[in-house]
């Protein structure tokens, strides 16, 4: 059984380490057809198993690209420089939300509603595709930018992460207010975690994690 199980790895290894880029574009069209799956009502309905399976299997497609091909390097889907960041990442997240929580029933704010597809999306996938959109394209961009232009290399990093979490905010809602604040707030967070781990995996897993805790008090209420 062990050596089964050692050929499997072995084989699995070689798979990723002669393809990467193979694997990195396959995960990346499977994790947005997955993520069209979760949305379509009639899959759901018919299958809610299916969504959690679906779901499951493309993170675990995903994390299997960490530290792997081109197009993923150059997003940060890496694996942070300590592993102490992936405790500060859940630590993060979850401390995040509660004080969130906190501050929208100090105001008498609702949290809102949102239908099982969306929470699924939200704790699972949306998070790994809006790190890599949000944190690891635009982040990048912007900070490689902003850097090769005279005068503007010592606030690189603060533009980008101003930037990115503008982009974020408004990518979640157009109202100013409370809820466009907690996107932008939230936004910068993850930026800064990026920019810490030198990983945007980590900031996944912070943005999993806040929108976990968010899921199971709007399931409460």
Request: net charge positive.
């Amino acid at each position: 059984m062990q050596g089964m199980t050692f050929r499997l790895q072995r084989a699995v290894s070689r798979l990723l380490d002669s393809s990467p880029n193979y694997v990195e574009i396959t995960a990346l069209l499977a994790t947005a057809l997955a993520g069209r799956l979760l949305f379509l009502p009639a899959f759901w309905k018919d299958s809610p198993r299916a969504c959690v399976a679906v779901a499951t299997f493309i993170i675990i497609l995903v994390y299997a690209c960490v530290d792997r091909g081109q197009l993923f390097a150059y997003f940060g889907w890496a694996h942070p420089r300590r592993r102490i960041f992936w405790l500060s990442a859940l630590i993060a997240g979850a401390a995040a939300a509660a004080l969130v929580i906190a501050i929208l029933h100090a105001k008498r704010t609702p949290l809102g509603q949102a239908s099982p597809p969306t929470l699924l999306y939200g704790i699972t996938i949306g998070p790994i595709i809006e790190e890599i959109l949000f944190r690891g394209a635009a982040f990048s961009v912007i900070y490689v930018t902003a850097g090769s232009i005279k005068g503007l290399l010592g606030l690189r990093l603060a533009i980008a992460i101003v930037l990115s979490s503008l982009l974020f905010a408004f990518a979640h809602t157009r109202t100013m207010g409370i809820q466009w604040l907690v996107f932008f707030g939230m936004g910068a967070l993850y930026a800064l975690l990026r920019w810490r781990s030198n990983s945007t995996a980590a900031a996944a897993l912070m943005h999993a994690t806040y929108n976990a805790v968010i899921a199971l008090a709007m399931l409460r209420a």
